[in-house]
């Protein structure tokens, strides 16, 4: 097959590394990749990712078999229906099903006809309203952009004055803050259930956890995600049957009955409270980083499953996993999530490597032959272990044999897995 991926993070990493090991590959491409995702295809630089005629064209003439969508915004923005108008194959979600994530009202409300758990919300579009309501409803609670701000237009906000304060500082996200959610606060443990679907059949991956906050103990602001470790021992057996009984196979079913069929990776996230999961949101993609913390656990062809996906025929495939376990450790630039600088050297990949780190490229260019920095989350050291208190300590030593400017991480990566 020759497979084409969108995009150019350590998700996107991630996702090349497994489609790179699957025998099926003939020809890979990348668009526009970085250095990391370099090692395993053609990286493609000329075409905007936003460019849906232009990716339609690159994937006719090169007779592209499959294309697998990493981020978001080309799946909002329609990539999908272009490729499926032009009879080419795509592991992504269409637009219509893609609101799940690009807007946070069509989910909650989806949520609420259906009867899926969540938390109580209600949506403003006036600044003023919004104020009155949380004075009424104090805080602990959480504020929220409707549409895609990159994984950072949610502000929980634990007394009054961070609330309305949250609530002046929507409008820093533009058209996305223009309209607002606010739900009520839900105090539990959080975990991420990704999973593969066709429409039809949904299969959960193994369960992990995200670290939002940008210092140990969940403390400082929201990011992308600092790290993320799986599987996630907060999701019991229990929990994740609950999860998947109430919460995945119900999603994919109120899609069908509002006629929107969902193929490709679904996303959950979950609060999980008492033993019972609720929906904090639901992402129309693979996770970063908890996408380079669940892949190393796959066992099976990742372009047969996704494949499958965009076949219609994932209830013919069975998955395996390995039953170890794996931590990702974001490093970071020194001033991440507002403004840092850029192009500065990074030294020890191959000692971090050599000591048993899969490296994902995040935000990384590569200038004569050295390896630079080039935006906010730079990269994901992986590893993987027999256990959870094996991969922490291996993948801090990995950490360490890497250096550069200003160089920012949590250190604290999965210490709540060794207290469930």
């Known amino acids: 097959m020759n497979i084409l991926l969108i995009g150019s993070g350590g998700r996107e990493h991630a996702l090349a590394w497994k489609i790179a090991q699957s025998p099926l590959v003939e020809k890979f491409y990348a ?30 003439e090169k007779n592209i078999n499959l294309v697998v969508v990493g981020p978001e915004a080309p799946l909002v923005n329609g990539l999908v229906d272009a490729l499926e108008v032009a009879g080419i194959k795509s592991f992504g979600c269409k637009k219509d099903a893609a609101q799940l994530e690009g807007s946070k009202i069509f989910a909650k409300n989806l949520m609420k006809k259906y009867n ?6 209600e949506v403003f579009d006036n600044p003023d309203a919004a104020k009155n309501y949380i004075r009424s409803e104090g805080a602990p609670i959480v504020i929220k952009a409707d549409g895609l701000a990159a994984g950072k237009g949610v502000i929980v906000a634990q007394n009054l004055d961070d609330a309305l304060n949250a609530v002046d500082e929507m409008k820093n996200f533009g058209a996305a803050g223009s309209k607002i959610v606010i739900e009520e606060f839900m105090d539990g443990e959080e975990a991420s259930i990704l999973a593969f679907t066709d429409g039809k059949t949904i299969i959960p991956m193994i369960a992990a ?12 602001v929201n990011t992308g995600g600092m790290g993320a470790y799986a599987p996630a021992p907060v999701v019991t057996a229990e929990v994740a049957k609950l999860a998947e009984e109430t919460i995945l196979k119900p999603i ?17 996230g979950l609060m999980i409270v008492d033993g019972v999961p609720k929906v904090v949101e639901f992402n129309a993609r693979f996770g970063d980083p908890e996408t380079q913390a669940v892949l190393p656990l796959l066992d099976s062809d ?3 499953i996704m494949d499958a996906c965009a076949t219609g025929n994932l209830s013919d ?19 991440y999530p507002k403004s840092y600088k850029k192009n500065l050297p990074i030294e020890g990949l191959d000692a971090s490597k050599n000591l048993g780190a899969i490296i994902f490229h995040a935000g990384t260019t590569e200038v004569d032959g050295k390896i630079l920095t080039s935006g906010g989350r730079v990269l994901g050291v992986t590893v993987t272990a027999e256990n959870i208190k094996a991969a922490i300590e291996k993948v801090y030593k990995c950490v360490d044999a890497i250096k550069f400017e200003n ?3 949590r250190k604290d990566i999965a210490a709540k897995a060794l207290k469930n």
């Open 252 to 268: 994919i079913a109120a899609l069908n009955a509002e006629k929107i069929i969902y193929r490709g990776c679904l996303y959950a």
């Open 209 to 220: 956890q995200d670290h939002k906050r940008l210092n140990d103990n969940d403390e400082g």
């Open 116 to 121: 899926i758990p969540t938390a109580k919300f």
């Open 407 to 409: 160089m920012h991480y």
């Open 31 to 60: 668009m526009p990749g970085n250095p990391g995702i370099a090692e395993y295809a053609e990286c493609v630089k000329n075409i905007s990712i936003d460019d849906n005629a232009a990716i339609v064209k690159f994937a006719q």
């Open 317 to 335: 495939k069975k998955i395996s996993w390995s039953d170890k376990s794996a931590v990702c450790v974001v490093l970071a630039s020194g001033g």
């Open 302 to 304: 990742l372009v047969e």
